[in-house]
Every structure is written in structure tokens, then in C-alpha cells.
């Protein structure tokens, strides 16, 4: 148990099936008295999930679940908790290993996993998030990062309806994970593909932890703590910090930032170069035609996915500024601008062979130009709503 006489957990995903085990074995065999969940959803289209607990001394049971709802997601999150509970109170295991399904994203997981009730019992009261793991090919990664492939062409899907890409459900594990483990092959050493792979990895998360798996100690790094709150922000596009300015193994990223709004029909006009032109390409902007709206941007293999994500604090009065968290509020006036406040645009292109030039180029294009700007916020609101569709869809 941990020192806090809570069961430590650490969450292992990754797309990379082949490397995702060998960190869980490697969990296995580093940490005394470890036990490892793992819920294989291969046969959820037949209406069923099954459920597989291991230990050093080899199994320790299987379970076939029906599904809940038909979400194979559903059964698995009101399967997993009560099991940790159990384990957590049998106090035979110190470690729990839950080893996610291929395309499962590991955030959601973790804040049902931290927050969440088995029958009025809180997790928090008897397990903790002590990392969480993404096992990574770097071998694959731009190639996978650079296809519009879907999870369920791969039969890598947690759902029915779930039409989230590869690239998509890639980099939001390798993003949000604390500890990055990456294969190690002799014979991959020192090619082209490798290095891309690995400077890819560090320019999409540079604050991570990395592990070599089979020459680093896997255990410590992921035993080593995480923040859940912290690992929450990180990822909020609201509040993410982005990656700076990078150049390593032909693989580049560029962060864009201006004060002015964008012209909402240009910008629009201009997606069908900007999302091809990088593999990972995210941030927050804002339109002027919307220019109390803060937007989402979140870009994998082509493709885009733009989403509001709260409003401009330089557009509430100063009591209203009291609702959102203090992180929020420091972050604003930090960077507050005297004409635009806390409005900014902040978007950053990764890929192998990035056109830094022709991207900024391109985006510089977008903003409004100073007789538009001149126009104010009553001629601003008047332009044209390219992204009406994107934004305001029909029911």
C-alpha cells in the first residue's frame, strides 16, 4: 500500500498493443505484489466484455460482462471501480495495474477512477492515481499521426458510435499521460524513422516523463505521482500551455500567436490548408464575429474538430470573473492585452516537414486587416458566419 494506506493505481493505455503489454509486464514484474485489470472489449459488438485480473502468479480470474446500455465504455467504468474497491480491501495487492482497451482514452477513465461512488463509498477514501502510462512505437507515430484512419477500420473502437480517428485517440493519450513509455530496439537505432518518432513525442508532450521500456525502471516513473486537478487544466484548451517553438530530426512546431481577431470567412476558407499541413495542430482563437466566445481548436490526421470552450473573461464584468478558477483568472491577467484582454490567438502546428513560413503566412492572412479592424466590434459581429455549422449545428 502506499504510504497514505491508499492503493496506488496506475492507468497503462496506448494503441500500440505490442508495447502497452510489454509496460505492463514490466509494471508486473517491477513492483512487489502488483495486480494487473484488464478489460478486452473484442467481443462488445457480440454484446459482451470480458474481464481478465492477473497477478505474478498468473491468473486470478476472468468475468464476462453485459454490456450496459450497449457502451462497452458503461460496463467497463461500473465494473472497474467496485473491483479496485475489493482490492483495495482484500490489502493482498500494493500495486493495481488497469490496462486499458486499445483506443481508450485515458482521461475520462482517471476522473471516474479519482471522483467517483460504489455505492456510496467515495474511490478517493480507499485508492489514488499514482500515474498514468501511455506505451508508445515511436516507429509509428508520425505514420499513424499522419492518416485519417478511424479507430473502429482497426477494430481498436470502444463503441458503436465511436468515429474518433487513430491520430485523434494517439495523440490525446500521449498528451495527457505522465510518464511516456517508449520501445527500445537495437536494430531501429539510430534511423531516420526513430529519431522523427521520438522528437515528434517530445514536441506533442515535453513535460512528460520517458522511459525506455526494457533499459529504464518503468516503476518509479510511474509510481512518481500525478496530479489529477493538474493533469485537468493541462488539457483544457482554456488553460493548456502549448508547446514552444521546436526543430529536431526534420520534425517542427510552430506557435502562432496574435492579438486581432480572425475574419471568420477567410479563416474558414483557408481549413482545407491548414489542418492537412501538420499532424497534431491545437490551441485556442477567437472570431470576430464572436468575440466573446472562446474556441477550441484540436487537429489529428486531418482532421478538425472546433468547439467552444467558455467565454473571454475580458467580456464579463469584473463580478462574474469570481466563477471560474483561480487558475483561469491568473492566466488573463498575466497576458491581458489593454485593447483585447484576454482574447488571443494561440495555435500550434507539429508535423514532420512543417511549412513554418506558408502556415504563419497563411493564418497572418486571416486576421482582420486594419480597415476591418477599424470597423469595431458593431461591424466585426456583421461578417458573415462561416463557422455557424461548425458552432451552432441543427438538433
Known amino acids: 500500500m502506499s504510504r ?5 493505481v496506475v492507468v497503462v493505455g496506448g494503441l500500440h498493443e505490442a508495447a502497452r503489454r510489454q509496460a505492463v509486464l514490466e509494471l508486473l514484474d517491477g513492483c512487489q505484489d502488483a495486480v494487473v ?4 472489449l473484442t467481443e462488445a459488438e457480440d454484446g459482451r466484455v470480458r474481464r481478465r ?9 476472468e468475468a464476462q460482462l453485459p454490456l450496459t446500455n450497449d457502451c462497452p465504455c458503461c460496463a467497463l467504468r461500473e465494473d472497474l471501480l467496485p473491483e479496485l474497491l475489493k482490492i483495495a480491501d482484500a490489502g493482498r495487492h500494493r ?13 475520462p477513465l482517471v476522473e471516474v477512477i479519482a471522483g467517483g461512488e460504489v455505492e456510496g463509498r467515495c474511490m478517493h477514501e480507499a485508492v489514488e492515481v499514482a500515474g498514468v502510462v501511455t506505451a508508445v512505437d515511436p516507429l509509428r507515430l508520425v505514420p499513424e499521426l499522419s492518416v485519417s484512419d478511424q479507430l473502429f477500420e482497426h477494430h481498436l473502437h470502444t463503441c458503436a458510435d465511436d468515429e474518433r480517428t487513430v491520430a485523434e485517440a494517439l495523440s490525446h493519450q500521449i498528451e495527457y499521460a505522465s510518464v511516456l513509455a517508449v520501445t527500445h530496439t537495437r536494430e531501429a537505432s539510430g534511423s531516420a524513422e526513430l529519431h522523427a518518432g521520438l522528437a515528434m513525442l517530445r514536441q506533442l508532450h515535453p513535460t512528460a516523463r520517458y522511459v525506455r521500456l526494457g533499459r529504464d525502471a518503468l516503476a518509479g516513473a510511474a509510481l512518481a505521482g500525478f496530479g489529477v486537478a493538474q493533469a485537468r487544466d493541462r488539457v483544457n484548451p482554456a488553460l493548456a500551455l502549448l508547446p514552444q517553438a ?7 512546431t510552430l506557435v502562432w500567436e496574435r492579438r486581432r481577431p480572425l475574419h471568420p470567412g477567410r479563416l474558414y476558407e483557408a481549413l482545407d490548408q491548414l489542418v492537412p499541413a501538420a499532424q497534431r495542430s491545437r490551441g485556442r482563437f477567437w472570431l470576430a464575429n464572436r468575440p466573446d466566445l472562446m474556441l477550441a481548436w484540436d487537429a489529428a490526421g486531418a482532421n478538425l474538430a472546433v468547439e467552444e470552450c467558455g467565454p473571454w473573461l475580458a467580456g464579463l464584468p469584473d463580478a462574474a470573473w469570481e466563477l471560474y478558477p483561480p487558475t483561469r483568472r491568473a492566466a488573463a491577467a498575466l497576458d491581458w492585452d489593454p485593447v483585447h484582454g484576454d482574447r488571443i490567438q494561440q495555435l500550434s502546428f507539429t508535423a514532420q516537414g512543417l511549412d513554418v513560413d506558408g502556415i504563419t503566412e497563411l493564418l497572418d492572412s486571416c486576421l482582420l486587416t486594419d480597415a ?24
Open 4 to 8: 497514505s494506506n491508499l492503493l496506488p
Open 37 to 40: 485489470l484488464h478489460h478486452d
Open 53 to 61: 485480473v492477473r497477478d505474478t502468479s498468473g491468473s486470478l480470474g
Open 95 to 107: 500495486l493495481a495495474v488497469v490496462e486499458l482497451w486499445g483506443g481508450s482514452e485515458p482521461h
Open 246 to 252: 521546436a526543430d529536431e530530426a526534420g520534425v517542427a
Open 372 to 395: 476591418e479592424l477599424a470597423a469595431g466590434e458593431p461591424g466585426w459581429k456583421a461578417l458573415p458566419d462561416a463557422f455557424e455549422e461548425l458552432l451552432d449545428p441543427v438538433a
